[in-house]
């Protein structure tokens, strides 16, 4: 099992900048390629970013690309989604997730989720 808890949700305005946290606990952090999901009220699931077991490569959704950053810290079992430029249909419920597939771009992908913080993003 691995337990993800998501954090650094919150509200911000247009342009302005969010850091999304997601500890892990439970088996081996660096056994798994991470990834970070969003999903509005009302709507399906979107990829956001992943990032393999050794950080040392990503994939970005297109809304995302050049404005996020994921970044993982193995040592302490901790990824991070840096979010810059935010636009209001950036805001979302925001998941971090485990996977030990290659195929990081769909949700089925991911074997455990974090329970989501909200980012709120204000015109």
């Known amino acids: 099992q691995v337990q993800l808890v998501e954090s650094g949700g919150g509200l911000v305005q247009t342009g302005g900048s969010l850091r999304l946290s997601c500890a892990a606990s439970g088996r081996t952090f660096s056994n798994y390629a991470m990834g970070w999901f969003r999903q509005p009220p009302g709507k399906e699931r979107e990829f956001v970013a992943a990032?393999?077991?050794?950080?040392?490569?990503?994939d970005y959704g297109d809304s995302v690309k050049g404005r996020f950053t994921i970044s993982r810290d193995n040592a302490k079992s901790t990824v991070y989604l840096q979010m810059n430029s935010l636009k209001p249909e950036d805001a979302a419920t925001y998941y971090c997730?485990?996977?030990?597939?290659?195929?990081?771009?769909?949700?089925?992908?991911?074997?455990?989720w974090g329970q989501g913080t909200q980012v709120t993003v204000s015109s």
């Open positions: 990032i393999s077991w050794s950080g040392g490569s990503a």
């Open positions: 997730a485990a996977t030990q597939s290659y195929i990081w771009r769909r949700p089925t992908s991911y074997k455990y």
